[in-house]
């Protein structure tokens, strides 16, 4: 017997509410299949009107392929010097200016990103790949075979986004991330030419185990980039 349309709703919110990552539509159909879809969809939007209209702490949002509830924008200040105080990790601008060159060139490769940074980029690249930030997408296939990096769904997550289309213009991504983008950065990642990759030209994994195994290699690399650039400076700071 199909549930009442408040049991429903208090049925669809308990899910919500556990769960660690949006739930999508299809997980949700599924579950209550004896309600229907349009059943689903109908309280979802309800619970949407209704927290939006209370004000509250909370919001349902569609986010990287399914529905969430996350706080309100406008309490992003108070989150962040709670947080700050509880020592938690953020992002370091660096971070975010690697973030911006994937996400908005991806695929690319460690030396391409460094490129358009004017500046090494291998430990900025791994602290982002173990976060899951970027993930390993292949490699490219050109003299040496260096890894590819794309933008993984935590990065939705983290920014809110639904899908990576959802990406606001450049000049206006330090809005998103709460940060000052260094404006010639800007300026080198939209003179930059458009990845033109083509499925042929990228090796990519075909099981868990390749990918698994293709993150440990990068790692690996990118470990031994820090050290070729560690005895770089060296020996700089040597010959000065």
Do not use: C
């Not at 969809?41 to 509830?69: N, P, S, V, Y």
């Not at 080198?188 to 033109?196: D, K, Q, R």
């Amino acid at each position: 017997m199909p549930m009442e349309p408040n049991e429903l709703r208090a049925a669809l919110e308990a899910i919500l509410f556990v769960s660690n990552e949006p739930v999508k539509l299809d997980e949700l159909a599924e579950a209550f299949a004896e309600e229907g879809r349009e059943a689903v969809i109908a309280q979802l939007e309800e619970i949407k009107r209704a927290l939006d209209d209370h004000l509250g702490g909370f919001m349902l949002e569609q986010t990287a392929g399914g529905w969430r509830l996350a706080t309100r924008a406008e309490h992003q200040p108070t989150l962040k010097k709670y947080f700050d105080r509880k020592g938690q990790n953020r992002l370091s601008l660096a971070a975010l200016e690697t973030l911006a060159i994937v996400a908005y060139r991806q695929p690319i490769t460690a030396p391409e990103v460094s490129e358009l940074r004017s500046v090494s980029s291998n430990a900025v690249i791994r602290t982002l790949l173990e976060r899951h930030m970027i993930r390993v997408a292949g490699r490219k296939n050109v003299v040496g075979s260096p890894f590819l990096y794309k933008t993984t769904k935590d990065f939705l997550l983290h920014f809110g986004l639904n899908d990576i289309r959802d990406l606001p213009r450049l000049e206006e991504f330090g809005d998103l991330i709460g940060e000052n983008i260094n404006e010639e950065l800007v300026a080198a990642i939209e003179s930059a030419p458009e990845p033109t990759i083509t499925p042929a030209e990228i090796t990519e994994a075909s099981t868990d185990e390749e990918a698994a195994a293709n993150e440990a290699a990068a790692l690996d690399d990118l470990a031994a980039g820090e050290s070729n650039d560690a005895l770089q400076s060296d020996a700089d700071v040597k010959r000065e």
